[in-house]
Every structure is written in structure tokens, then in C-alpha cells.
Nanobody, 115 residues
């Protein structure tokens, strides 16, 4: 069984940066894809970024140019580098990773952007 543990959230001022991590443990053979979602209070969960097994990436328009998704295969970890943060980026961020064609979710990490 694979487990995902997220870290890196917190309180940051507007314009600041955070790096979210999503580390997997367990028996893993292959990485297929990963997504970062976020959900703000009273809003639906939205897709922020994804990365494929081939390394292709894509981003929501609202974060394009500010966020970067990446992964370290040796560490079984997926990252979301979030720069130039805005108050509207405040949300709980969730990672979703597909290993060996099975889907796994992280527990969520709170990001709060406020002065």
C-alpha cells in the first residue's frame, strides 16, 4: 500500500513563496502522473497543475507563470513551487498521484496568503 504525506504549507505574505511536497512511501514500481488540486472555503476543488510520466506539465491559468510542478523520482516526491503568492491562492492544497496505475491522495496542506 502506498501512502502520501504532504508538507510545506503555512502562512505567507503576499508576494512570498512556498514549496509544497508530496512524499510517497510503500512499494512503488512506476510513476504515471501527478496533480495538485486546491480547495478554498466555499469553493469547488480545482486542478492547479499536473505532470505526466513523460514530464509534460500544464497549469491552471490562474497560476501559470507563478507555480511549477516537478518531481524527484528517486525520492518518490512531487513538488509544487508556488511563487508570487496572492491572497486568492489561500486554500487547502492536495496532491493526487498515480503510481502503478493506482490513484492515491495526500491528506492536504493549508496555504494561507495574508499580510
Amino acid at each position: 500500500q502506498v501512502q502520501l504525506v504532504e508538507s510545506g504549507g503555512g502562512l505567507v505574505q503576499p508576494g512570498g513563496s512556498l514549496r509544497l511536497s508530496c512524499a510517497a512511501s510503500g512499494s512503488i514500481v512506476s510513476f504515471n502522473a501527478a496533480n495538485w488540486y486546491r480547495q478554498a472555503p466555499g469553493k469547488q476543488r480545482e486542478l492547479v497543475a499536473f505532470i505526466t510520466g513523460g514530464g509534460n506539465t500544464n497549469y491552471a491559468d490562474s497560476v501559470k507563470g507563478r507555480f511549477t510542478i516537478s518531481r524527484d523520482g528517486a525520492k518518490h516526491t512531487v513538488y509544487l513551487q508556488a511563487n508570487s503568492l496572492k491572497p486568492e491562492d489561500t486554500a487547502v492544497y492536495y496532491c493526487h498521484v498515480v503510481y502503478d496505475f493506482r490513484s492515491y491522495w495526500g491528506q492536504g496542506t493549508q496555504v494561507t496568503v495574508s499580510s
